[in-house]
């Protein structure tokens, strides 16, 4: 998500950066902001409304890059790296390199944000009683600045993951079961019912008010909270399940095995065709020597299947990509993808023990989904 964006600069070794749908929101925001202006002074000329809304706009966007900052800055400090945060259409992102490891952490960071935008609430506020006096132009500015940042950090507080407010649930829930995945779970409920109530609102302000725009954006904002609530639920899950299961507790012990002396015809008609296996281990004498695969029998042409026996197509064992029954499904995963295979023989001690294949794996993870475990 939002890979291309326009580099603005680097803080603290955190990339800055603008995706191209954030150009719309500027413009909204610039355009909407010079209609008020105008509006309401009509002493005003074009130019002062126009630079006036240009800046204003601006600043709020700095306001979100410092808000993102916060979240930024805890997240560091707790040992978590981030890589960049992007200005998008519907706000801000910090994109870090692996969740939270403790609910504590969880917490720290998802207030952090808020707090920056509540300060900085404050700090415009302020700002506008010192030096409001001196240009209408700038305690418009400050004054919209300083509740727009307020607005930002009680949005952002609502109980609905993945917002703040959501993530900080997350973390209660987390804290209190010392169950991770439990707080995971209700995280992403909670998503999902402040995603449809954004969604019913921005039905209910179209019907009422006929605010068309404002309507559709709620219902937008519904809706893509939506997406990044499952689609978080969906990778905490992944990650947790791969993390945890081992190649031992899914691999397949049942190792189909042929003789090494075997004829590639009688391969193919009576195991592969009969069993529904691509794959079989090759056994000469008490040995497992090798293994072959349905892939090898385009070494050779069809005439000389009968009088080719297996050892000669095999891949013989040494040569073999193996992974080990404590590797867990992650690294047997990413091992299988680095080798473009399509199963993987499992080794204990130069045994083959097992199997995995990726067929099974995936079967096995919908399991993993289905029951939430
Ligand atoms: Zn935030």
Redesign the pocket.
């Known amino acids: 998500m939002l890979q291309s964006s326009l580099r603005l600069g680097t803080v603290a070794g955190i990339r800055i950066g603008v995706h191209y749908t954030w150009f719309i929101i500027f413009f909204l925001i610039s355009f909407s902001l010079y209609t008020f202006f105008r509006q309401q002074h009509d002493d005003w000329s074009a130019n002062l409304a126009l630079a006036t809304a240009v800046i204003t706009s601006l600043l709020f966007f700095a306001s979100i890059i410092l808000?993102?900052l916060g979240?930024s800055i805890v997240a560091i400090a707790r040992g978590i790296r981030v890589a960049s945060i992007t200005l998008f259409i519907f706000g801000g992102v910090a994109q870090t390199e692996k969740d939270s490891d403790c609910a504590a952490t969880e917490f720290w960071v998802a207030i952090a944000?808020?707090l920056v935008s509540f300060f900085l609430a404050g700090m415009f506020y302020v700002l506008g009683i010192l030096i409001g006096s001196y240009s209408e132009a700038v305690a418009e500015s400050l004054a919209w600045l300083a509740s727009i940042n307020l607005m930002v950090a009680i949005f952002?507080l609502i109980p609905g993951f993945p917002l703040?407010g959501g993530r900080v649930f997350r973390a209660v829930i987390w804290g209190l079961s010392g169950n991770a995945t439990k707080g995971m779970n209700w995280a992403v409920i909670s998503g999902r019912v402040v995603a449809y109530a954004l969604m019913a609102l921005g039905l209910v302000v179209v019907l009422q008010t006929g605010m068309l725009l404002n309507g559709v954006w709620l219902a937008a904002i519904g809706w893509f909270l939506l997406a990044a609530a499952e689609a978080s639920g969906q990778k905490f899950l992944l990650d947790r399940v791969f993390d945890r299961v081992l190649a031992r507790q899914v691999m397949e012990r049942d190792v189909p095995m042929i003789a090494a002396s075997l004829s590639m015809t009688d391969w193919i008609d009576h195991y592969v065709l009969t069993s529904g296996q691509r794959a079989f281990l090759v056994e000469d004498g008490q040995r497992v020597t090798g293994l072959v695969t349905l892939s090898d029998i385009s070494k050779i042409t069809r005439e000389q299947w009968p009088t080719t026996p297996v050892r000669d197509v095999m891949t013989p064992v040494e040569k073999l990509h193996v992974v080990t029954p404590a590797d867990s499904i992650t690294e047997v995963f990413k091992f299988m993808r680095a080798h473009s295979l399509n199963q993987v023989p499992v080794v204990d001690g130069g045994t083959i023990i097992g199997w995995i294949d990726r067929d099974r794996l995936l079967k096995i993870l919908r399991l993993h989904t289905e029951t939430g475990r």
């Open positions: 808000h993102e979240h944000g808020p952002n703040d």
